[in-house]
């Protein structure tokens, strides 16, 4: 979560707790009813959470994925697929999960798709 929103949701449990009802609190910090009721009825867990990477369905895999890419870096998403499920069996994942997936590795850890031509 960003600091403006963390310092809102601070604001409004700052202000609740003064005994503020939710009018109050809107009108003090010049936003709507919907606002205030959506930040008390959240919990701080869930701003903590928005501050964490989401997990990909492929982060199991992660460390042989990559090396896979890195031994053989002209290799597609599409079999990049196919040897996870040589590899792992079934694997439950959408080739365009896995292309993403790819793309992601590749771009993190600057890994070309394509080999450069001496």
């Known amino acids: ?4 929103r963390r310092l809102m949701y601070e604001k409004i449990r700052e202000l ?6 939710i009018s109050q609190i809107a009108r003090r910090l010049q936003v709507s009813r919907n606002t205030i009721y ?4 959240s919990l701080p867990e869930k701003f903590e959470k928005e501050n964490m990477e ?20 002209d290799v597609s998403a599409q079999q990049v697929l196919h040897w996870l ?6 694997v439950d994942v959408s080739p365009s999960t896995v ?3 790819v ?5 993190k850890h600057n890994i070309p798709k394509y080999l ?3």
């Open 38 to 41: 959506n930040y008390i009825n």
């Open 85 to 90: 499920k040589e590899q792992f069996g079934e």
């Open 99 to 101: 292309s993403n997936y």
């Open 16 to 21: 609740e707790e003064m005994g503020l009802n």
């Open 116 to 118: 450069e031509r001496e």
């Open 103 to 107: 793309r992601w590795l590749r771009t």
């Open 1 to 4: 979560m960003d600091n403006s």
């Open 54 to 73: 989401r997990r990909k369905k492929l982060d199991e895999y992660h460390n042989e994925i990559l090396s896979f890419l890195e031994n053989y870096s």
